[in-house]
């Protein structure tokens, strides 16, 4: 079983930046996809970024330009850099990571969640 655990949350100011880490207990990332979810309170949760196996990485539209994601696969982390935050941004940030091509596909393993929030 493998678990990942985030780190990295926190309280921001609208225009702030925050790096969100996800480490997960066993190696394997190379080969795995992953990625970052979020939701917010009422709402569905909605992937924010991911990488496939391959190592491509994509956005939504709403942080393209503003979230950067990336891997070391030395140290099983997966990382969320966020910049130019605002306040839509606040929500409980998921990391998830799949045996499939996609997390679209499916995801086999979750974080625990780590809250962002933005606010002045």
């Known amino acids: 079983q493998v678990q990942l655990v985030e780190s990295g949350g926190g309280l921001v100011q609208p225009g702030g930046s925050l790096t969100l880490a996800c480490t997960a207990s066993?190696?394997?990332?190379?080969?795995?996809?992953v990625g970052w979810y979020r939701q917010a309170p009422g709402t569905q949760r909605e992937l924010v970024a991911h990488i496939s196996r391959t190592g491509t990485p994509n956005y939504a539209d709403s942080v393209k330009g503003r979230f950067a994601i990336s891997s070391d696969i030395v140290k099983n982390t997966v990382y969320l850099q966020m910049a130019s935050l605002k306040p839509e941004d606040t929500a409980v940030y998921y990391c998830?990571?799949?045996?499939?091509?996609?997390?679209?596909?499916?995801?086999?393993?979750w974080g625990q969640g780590t809250q962002v929030t933005v606010s002045s």
């Open positions: 066993v190696s394997g990332l190379s080969t795995s996809a």
């Open positions: 998830a990571a799949s045996r499939q091509p996609l997390v679209t596909l499916g995801v086999d393993f």
